[in-house]
């Protein structure tokens, strides 16, 4: 997925939504800005399928060898899918963190909460004033 199509949450998380599909599945991520922070990943945590999230909710954890984080769901919805190979290949979440770094796939409860996410220019922005 190009990062220039994606909806971000303004802690880092990403969704990929089609829109032609019903129900609605978004996929979940985190940015390569992120990963490119959190630098020397060691351990990753994601949550069982079935799983209701909220909008804003820790729905896993991602640790590095400089701190822990919380993965937050960017909307509200079910876990229908996890990417259960992520935990043992860190480095694919390092190598590509808009495709193949994927964390879940989520059955979205509200699509207006889409709304409320980043698009990739004020996301951009947001990555430039934190530097």
Known sequence: MKPEDLLYA?????IHVDRNTKPLIGVVGVSAFAVEQ???LVFLELPQVGREVKAGESFGEIESVKSVSDIYSPVSGVVTEVNSSLPENLETLQ??????????KLRLADESELDKLLDWAAYQKQC???D
């Open 10 to 14: 303004p802690t880092h998380e990403w």
């Open 38 to 40: 959190l630098s020397d």
């Open 95 to 104: 190598n590509d963190a808009h495709g193949a770094g994927w964390f879940i």
């Open 128 to 130: 430039e004033e934190h």
